[in-house]
């Protein structure tokens, strides 16, 4: 089984090229869906070092970096997993239906109308183009509660669906679809009250 | 009966996440044909679904996404690499 070095061409390679070539994009990508330093070095060292373990198993069919990457999903997955389990139990448990209509009733009148209407944020791919947005949104993902930023990132930046968010984070269908309006919700606000309200200071009111 | 901007601000959520029903979509469309603020809200929804994407996929702007892994932690995660590299070689 160790003839590793005589099979390494057709093989994974090496765990420290993994890290040389690979480490930063593992990085960033553990950052995107964590937002913690600490913790996305974690993930990067336990991605690597469960590759190791796997070595053998890796088929050739993918490239190396998407058979990395793959491989810290389901550990990023798995640590969201057991923070929902150990710390926000609390946070799931106060998100019984009733509760989570009435946050987000306070967005909106007896009638159901926005009571700050959204404003127009313009051209969509301006919007894109500032540097000034993205610093808003970044600052926006930072300020979200937890539970919702982890979905949200789950669901955005993984792909992953309603389903496969709802059975890995063992949460019902109703707290998923609650939590990612709420996360989206929270976003907009958030992003128009900086990021517009930069925009538009003196302007508006 | 009209739809109230609240169902309508759900929906434009869920349609993020499923495809609406024929009658979902008729509703929330005549809904947003007279509703600036949902409108606005939709449009909104969109471009964050597209800053999230360009997030996912790399595309965005330089600067926006952190730098690459800290040197330190680099060091550390190599050690103990090495350290399991080679106990590995060793039991195999």
Redesign the interface.
Known sequence: ??K?TGEEQQGPG???QW?ARY??????YA??QLRD?NL??DM??ET??AA??ARERYSGRSSVKTWLIGILKHKVVDHVRKEVRESAREDIAGLSDQRAEAD??E??DA????IV?????GD?ER???Q?R???A??ACLDRLKVLQARIFTL?????L??EEICKELEVTATNC?VL??RA??G??RC??AGWRGDERRGVTE | MMM????V??LV??S???RLRPWERLTVRAHLFIC???T??S??????????????E?R??D????????DG??R???D???E??HR??DH?
Not at chain 2, 63 to 70: I, K, Q, W
């Open positions: 089984m160790a590793a090496d765990p420290e890290l480490g930063d994009e593992l990085f960033r950052m995107l330093t996305a070095e990067v060292q690597l070092l190791l373990q987000i009733d967005l909106f009638r159901g109308h926005w209407p959204p404003q127009d944020w969509p919007c894109l183009e540097g947005f993205w610093e949104l970044q669901k955005e930046i993984s792909g669906s309603n679809w990612l309006y989206r919700m976003l907009r992003l128009e | 109230s901007c609240k169902e601000s759900m959520s869920a993020l996440d499923r600036k603020g949902c606005h809200f449009r909104q929804m969109n471009i964050l679904r597209a800053a999230t994407r360009e997030l996912a790399g965005e702007p600067g926006v996404a952190p730098s690459g892994l800290p932690a680099r550390r995660i190599r103990t690499l090495r399991h590299h590995g070689d195999d």
